[in-house]
């Protein structure tokens, strides 16, 4: 919405400056940029009134949705790392996601996640990028947490998987030493289990 004001701004500097410097020869081209910038504003505008017209409920179910897509996205973004997602990374990430969470991950939502995830031009940075101003500190950490658990579900951590979670920390805002101490506090539990 922000970046449409500012292109409608713009344009209208434009073409006011154009049709009084240059007797309106170039303000069609500034018109376009005003066109160009009412269009995001717009839509902006109404994505935000419709947002703001939600009861509470539907507004809490809304950011819960937001940080359950972000969860499983970063799970298999991690589980996908070296390039292709296996049946027992699907499997691990349904486990880790129930044991986070207290509930079963919905019947073949991994594998939908990830078919949308498998675009050339999809990235996990940009994606949780969006989104992570509305998803809890709380889920952050859990975020780090499942990550850590997909990446060591293998036996293996590779440098691939280890570079995409300090990544996702990165972009979550998640400070490096909390990281770090969210990671050691798993590896604790997981040395105390029978």
């Known amino acids: 919405m922000m970046v449409g004001l500012a292109w409608f701004a713009t344009g209208?500097?434009?073409?006011?400056?154009?049709?009084?410097?240059l007797a309106g020869a170039y303000s069609f081209f500034t018109i376009g940029i005003i066109l160009v910038g009412i269009i995001p504003f717009a839509i902006g505008l109404w994505q935000f009134i419709a947002y703001e017209m939600k009861s509470s409920d539907n507004k809490a179910s809304y950011h819960a949705e937001i940080e359950l897509r972000a969860l499983v996205r970063a799970m298999v973004a991690i589980a996908a790392a070296d390039g292709k997602l296996e049946?027992?990374?699907?499997?691990?990430?349904?486990?880790?996601?129930?044991?986070l969470m207290g509930h079963p991950l919905k019947l073949g939502m991994v594998t939908k996640v990830s078919e949308t995830m498998g675009g050339k031009n999809y990235s996990i940075h940009d994606d949780l990028g969006l989104t992570q101003a509305e998803i809890s500190a709380a889920m952050k950490e859990n975020i780090i947490r499942a990550c850590y658990l997909v990446m060591v579900a293998d036996g293996e951590a590779s440098k691939e998987e280890k570079q995409r979670i300090n990544e996702i920390a990165t972009t979550l805002h998640v400070p490096t030493e909390r990281a770090i101490e969210l990671v050691e506090d798993i590896r604790k539990q997981e040395k105390t289990k029978p």
């Open 12 to 21: 209208g500097i434009l073409t006011a400056l154009s049709f009084g410097l």
């Open 87 to 99: 049946v027992a990374e699907v499997n691990s990430i349904s486990h880790i996601y129930e044991e």
